[in-house]
């Protein structure tokens, strides 16, 4: 390898192979062939999922390290089996990269894949090299369901109660401190958690799996583009409106307190901000009483926070002070540098 700059291909997929490589979950042939061989389970259904992420579009090299950059990209393809109740088991990661990228930054991008992927045990069984002007990242993630428990964005209907996990906006918050540290005084607890939340969010494995196994969701998606754009995507497929309650929203308390130094309300941060890989998910009213014991007893944290109505209601939203409004749609759009 002439230097750490100039990484030569098949060197590079050796090394990707020795340090991250394996045959678990199910794999046969893994890194070096070419193709990987998986043999899955005869009984379940396979997801498949893909992301790419491009330097200065979906992540910016000058407030996220490599290893940050590559646990990110794992937890957007986890959220998307998450959502429909899934369990990961393999992952292709193709990458192109830069002359500035370092044999250590190649490195770190693949142990953040691993240090989630392994938690949520997934194999690496393969992928691409490249070079480009700036980092590209692609993921493609397969897991299985059994056929009784595929959660789809369509299948809820009118009457239905909304529910999210977690809590919205940290995210986006977290992507503004990074992008332009606040002028007035943020405490840094506050500024370091939520650029956290942005860095490192969390995919809702355990929760989708307990939805979709127990029937208690009608229909899911994650929250990538933010919930007032991720909402209106499941609304328009199943043809219906909605209704939210702002005043039950899961808002943390390091938003509320960032908000406040910005003289702007939290709500509107947790209803526009993306990419906080939440599950947005409907349910029958007859579940609401499991959804509660379930929340009471730590086996999920979801907040009620609306009501899906017919379609020509629209998407509305109830304010603090009791008024009904439209919610302005606006799904989340990548930074740019």
Not at 151 to 163: H, M, N, Y
Request: charged share 20%; aromatic share 6%; hydrophobic share 40%.
């Amino acid at each position: 390898m002439p230097s750490p700059n100039r990484l030569e291909e098949f060197a590079l997929i050796q090394r990707i192979a020795k340090r991250f490589g394996g045959l678990q979950n199910h794999t046969i042939v893994g890194i070096g062939d070419d193709c990987a061989v998986t043999q899955p389970n005869s009984k379940n259904l396979q997801l498949i999922t893909t992301d790419l992420l491009v330097e200065d579009v979906h992540f910016n090299r000058r407030f996220t390290n490599s290893r940050d950059i590559g646990y990110k990209a794992m937890v957007a393809n986890l959220s998307d089996i998450a959502a429909m109740g899934g369990v990961p088991r393999q992952f292709l990661a193709s990458i192109a990269i830069p002359p500035s990228f370092s044999r250590n930054d190649v490195d770190a991008l693949y142990e953040g894949m691993m240090e989630l992927g392994k938690t949520a045990g997934v194999a690496l069984i393969g992928g691409d090299t490249s070079t480009a002007k700036k980092l590209l990242l692609s993921l493609t993630l397969i897991g299985e369901v059994k056929p009784s428990h595929v959660v789809q964005r369509t299948g809820l209907r009118v009457g239905d109660a909304i529910f999210v996990t977690g809590t919205l906006g940290d995210s986006n918050a977290g992507l503004r401190i990074l992008q332009t540290p606040p002028r007035k005084h943020v405490p840094l607890a506050c500024r370091t958690w939520l650029s956290q939340r942005h860095l490192r969010p969390t995919a809702r494995l355990n929760a989708g799996q307990r939805l979709a196994k127990c029937k208690i969701a009608t229909a899911m998606i994650d929250l990538s583009d933010g919930l007032s754009g991720d909402l209106a995507h499941i609304c328009e497929l199943n043809a219906v409106g909605a209704t939210i309650n702002i005043t039950h929203l899961p808002i943390s308390d390091a938003l509320h307190t960032y908000a406040h130094h910005l003289d702007k309300p939290a709500y509107e941060i947790a209803l526009q901000g993306g990419e906080d890989y939440e599950l947005l998910f409907t349910t029958r009213p007859e579940s609401l009483s499991r959804i509660k014991r379930w929340n009471t007893h730590g086996l999920l944290d979801a907040s009620h926070i609306g009501t899906i109505t017919p379609k020509q209601q629209g998407l509305q939203m109830i304010t603090p002070t009791g008024l009904t409004r439209p919610i302005r749609i606006q799904s989340y759009e990548h930074f740019r540098s």
